[in-house]
């Protein structure tokens, strides 16, 4: 064994590239598949598969990193599976046909979309109980919390809309109208704007969280596409809110927006069909599910390019990463 005081010598005279990377495992629901794909990063590649709920599509992990959340829709749970054992060890009483949800960022209590219902289901986690079911639109979609924890976002496909609720009332304060579809609402971390995608209106709505109205309207065009084929989904920012990554469905591209000057500076070509994404913790990597190539295309953040596909179950859908 190198003595500590040799060995910081060595890491110091190694070039930066050189440096160990920390390792990280990404968790891909596989909507068809009934399962869960684990990909370790470090190896580049999927050491695991999980069977889970049916009809997967939501993920995301607890605070605390010591359990992941499913929304197992077409058994209308919220399952709950140890990240160490890889088994279901619980479930959440999520109302009919969950979708997606989001943690509030004190880590609870969890907001889920009931799309069958047109409900928001609010529930405490850590006791596992149901708090409330809030009416939203018609078929709620995304769901976001803001950064100070107050307010909560809901859009809903048929209404078009983008409605905003006080986390304290639990009351709708104010509804926005956006592009036709929406999918996914994404605060920026500053809490300044709320981006939210519109699949077949072809557009990202940028919106004021306080004044209640749209800013902005970013659209697509990638040459040798039909407008119809760009259909906006998952919305992911660079930490210091500088860059947007908005995944383009069907257009097989995540375009990559300057938000500041809301002008897209690249579209990246990755899988048929890219859904959802994440970052990894340190924010080298996104991820992106693509459901009609089965695979996750990995991206390097800094380079903006592809640097890896890599095969899961069929039809993933969402995707979450944690530390090893």
Request: net charge neutral; aromatic share 6%.
């Amino acid at each position: 064994m190198i003595p500590g005081r040799l060995a910081l010598i060595v890491l110091t005279l190694l070039p930066l590239g050189a440096m160990p990377a920390r390792a990280y495992l990404a968790y891909v629901t596989n909507e068809r598949d009934d399962t869960m794909s684990v990909i370790d990063l470090g190896q580049m590649k999927t050491v695991k598969t999980v069977p889970v709920g049916q009809r997967p599509r939501g993920i995301t992990m607890t605070k605390d990193g010591g359990e992941i959340l499913i929304c197992a829709s077409d058994d209308n749970t919220i399952q709950i599976v140890d990240p160490k054992s890889l088994r279901v060890v619980g479930d959440l009483p999520s109302g009919p046909d969950p979708e997606t949800f989001a943690l509030h960022v004190s880590g609870n209590p969890l907001f889920v979309s009931n799309e069958d219902d047109n409900l928001v289901t609010v529930i405490d986690v850590a006791t596992r109980k149901m708090l409330a079911q809030i009416p939203t639109g018609v078929e709620p979609e995304g769901i976001a919390v803001s950064p100070d924890g107050k307010t909560f976002v809901n859009t809903s496909e048929t209404t078009n809309m983008a409605h905003f609720f006080d986390v304290a009332t639990r009351k709708m304060v104010a509804s926005v109208l956006v592009g036709a579809r929406p999918r996914i609402a994404q605060f920026k971390h500053d809490g300044s704007e709320v981006w939210v995608s519109s699949e077949q209106g072809g557009m990202v709505s940028v919106i004021d969280p306080q004044k209640h109205v749209v800013t902005r309207i970013i659209r697509f065009s990638v040459q040798g596409l039909r407008a119809e084929g760009i259909q906006p989904v998952g919305i992911r920012f660079t930490p210091d809110d500088a860059t947007a990554f908005v995944a383009l469905g069907p257009a097989n591209r995540i375009a990559v927006v300057d938000t500041k000057t809301y002008k897209v500076k690249k579209y990246l070509l990755v899988g048929q069909r890219v859904w959802q994404m994440a970052f990894t913790p340190d924010g080298k990597y996104l991820l992106s599910t693509n459901g009609l190539s089965n695979d996750v295309s990995v991206i390097d953040v800094a380079a903006l390019r592809v640097v890896k596909s890599i095969p899961v179950g069929r039809l993933p859908w969402g995707v979450v990463v944690a530390p090893k």
